[in-house]
């Protein structure tokens, strides 16, 4: 089935006045934009914003995902997984369609895959329902034979999404689970191609990957491989973000991989409210003599509630939640861990502190460049003078009190 052939031919497309500008391989031109029927239309399975969706549902059925072949009822379960990712934005895209119609077209493929614009078709099909002015969804049609490429279909959907003056307003767990399954699970992409379609610097995905990578070992602790919506519900992107910063003070793999679970733990008992505060509090204690210490007590702590924790099958968010975090002991035991080393640090830092500023004062002094006293006036020399004194007066002082 095309749009553009069988579409047109039956009278379920229609083309427009309107057009728009697409940049799509490099060339911008304005594309015509076209009225479809929505019945001929279906979600993009490829889409990063319901990544996370699609791995609950598959948790939920077996490791199933929902059935393309079957349009309508796959438009059914994805349209729920659209709305319940952002309810806000689906009754404000609703209200302003509904007022004025649709204002933006939309891209979609010939066989009726929606590469932009899914929020848009969903209020549509909601408010279809209910009056049938809005049957239609107006779009450009890219006649591209690529219907059965995953690559170019991926490449093509980042492009137009990331290409436009608007970020993509995507969950950041949703973004990450994407490019996990882009370029580390399946290699559809490399980090060459991902950053060359989003208009990213190749680091930033590099290093997106490396936080992705993090996510995909804190499911695995947990024993949730792979259960992305856990990664989500739990909104653990930004402790990860410090996570990732926090490696790179480490000195050895071993260091590493302590870190880490002692930062996966407290995700997973939720020790602080603000997760991400909590982890820049670590900063204080890593490269410090309580480093081995900490990360030692958080390790044998970790033990003791993987010990208690479902086995792989059995934990989701409402488990975490109800379960692995109603342990008030074990939660206690990490927040007194922190609070009893950030002290053992703060007393320390407080006792290095003259050290540390004599280091600042004497690194100081020993940048002036002697040549610039011969181009000083007897004013300026006068006054050097004055606070030479007054720094051998302030030594002394000191030197008096060791």
Not at 37 to 48: E, G, H, I, K, V
Request: charged content about 30%; some cysteine.
């Amino acid at each position: 089935m095309n749009l553009l052939k069988e579409g047109l031919e039956q009278h379920v497309v229609e083309r427009t006045t309107m057009t728009r500008k697409l940049t799509v391989d490099g060339l911008t031109k304005a594309y015509p934009v076209y009225k479809i029927r929505l019945d001929w239309l279906f979600y993009n399975d490829q889409n990063d914003r319901i990544a996370t969706w699609i791995s609950q549902y598959k948790a939920q059925h077996g490791g199933q995902a929902p059935d393309i072949s079957q349009r309508e009822e796959y438009n059914n379960i994805i349209e729920q997984f659209i709305v319940e990712s952002n309810p806000d934005a689906i009754r404000k895209t609703q209200s302003n369609i509904e007022m004025v119609d649709q204002r933006e077209a939309g891209v979609v493929l010939a066989d009726g895959r929606i590469i932009d614009g899914n929020r848009r078709f969903t209020c549509l099909r909601r408010l279809s329902a209910k009056n049938p002015r809005f049957n239609y969804f107006e779009a450009v049609i890219l006649d591209r034979n690529i219907e059965n490429s995953a690559k170019q279909i991926k490449l093509l959907e980042l492009s137009i999404q990331h290409g436009e003056e608007s970020k993509v307003d995507y969950n950041p767990i949703d973004r990450l689970v994407g490019i996990y399954t882009d370029i580390v699970e399946t290699h559809l992409l490399t980090p060459t191609e991902y950053a060359a379609s989003t208009n990213e610097s190749e680091t930033d995905v590099n290093r997106r990957v490396e936080i992705a990578k993090l996510m995909v070992e804190f499911l695995e602790f947990i024993n949730a491989p792979k259960q992305f919506y856990i990664a989500r519900d739990l909104q653990i992107y930004y402790p990860l973000e410090e996570l990732l910063k926090l490696t790179k003070k480490c000195r050895t793999d071993n260091e590493v991989e302590d870190l880490k679970v002692s930062v996966f733990n407290n995700i997973l008992m939720q020790t602080a409210g603000d997760m991400t505060r909590f982890i820049r509090n670590i900063k204080s204690i890593v490269g410090t003599d309580y480093q081995d210490e900490f990360l030692e007590e958080q390790k044998e702590m970790a033990a003791n509630v993987l010990d208690h924790l479902p086995a792989v099958g059995h934990v989701n968010t409402q488990v975490i939640r109800e379960e692995v975090r109603a342990d008030e002991e074990n939660r206690e035991a990490l927040e007194r861990s922190m609070e009893k080393t950030l002290t053992k640090v703060k007393k320390t830092e407080t006792r290095n502190r003259p050290i540390q500023l004599a280091e600042k004062a004497t690194t100081f002094l020993e940048s002036i460049d002697t040549n610039i006293l011969l181009k000083m006036n007897d004013s300026e020399l006068r006054r050097l003078t004055r606070q030479l004194d007054r720094l051998e007066q302030v030594i002394a002082d000191l030197r008096e009190n060791l």
